[in-house]
Nanobody
Framework: QVQLVESGGGSVQAGGSLRLSCAAS????????MGWFRQAPGKEREGVAV???????SYADSVKGRFTISQDSAKNTLYLQMNSLKPEDTGMYYC????????????????????WGQGTQVTVSS
């Protein structure tokens, strides 16, 4: 079955960087849209960045220019490089994949997505 295992979260000061990784297994990697979502305390889960089967990427406005999503198909691994972190980036970050993800939209409703990792915590202090 599909398994997604995130790593790389931690605590950093504002302006710092982190790189998240998501090791995927149980399906043919790069056949489907993949992405990163996050959930801050007391807020709804939201899309952060997505990458489609052609390698095209899309980002939430709040992270454009600071975050970069990428993948290594040979390693079946998805990444999220996060630079210039802000306190408002604090939250649990989830790796997501779904065989049916219309337009690979970063605005996709979280409840419509099927496969999720367990999440990795990112905490940014001011």
């Amino acid at each position: 079955q599909v398994q997604l295992v995130e790593s790389g979260g931690g605590s950093v000061q504002a302006g710092g960087s982190l790189r998240l990784s998501c090791a995927a297994s149980g399906y043919t990697y790069s056949m489907y849209c993949m992405g990163w979502f996050r959930q801050a305390p007391g807020k709804e889960r939201e899309g952060v960045a997505v990458i489609d089967t052609h390698g095209s990427t899309s980002y939430a406005d709040s992270v454009k220019g600071r975050f970069t999503i990428s993948q290594d198909s040979a390693k079946n691994t998805l990444y999220l490089q996060m630079n210039s972190l802000k306190p408002e980036d604090t939250g649990m970050y989830y790796c997501v994949v779904d065989p049916y993800w219309p337009s690979c939209s970063v605005g996709r409703t979280p409840s419509a997505l099927t496969f999720w990792g367990q999440g990795t915590q990112v905490t940014v202090s001011s």
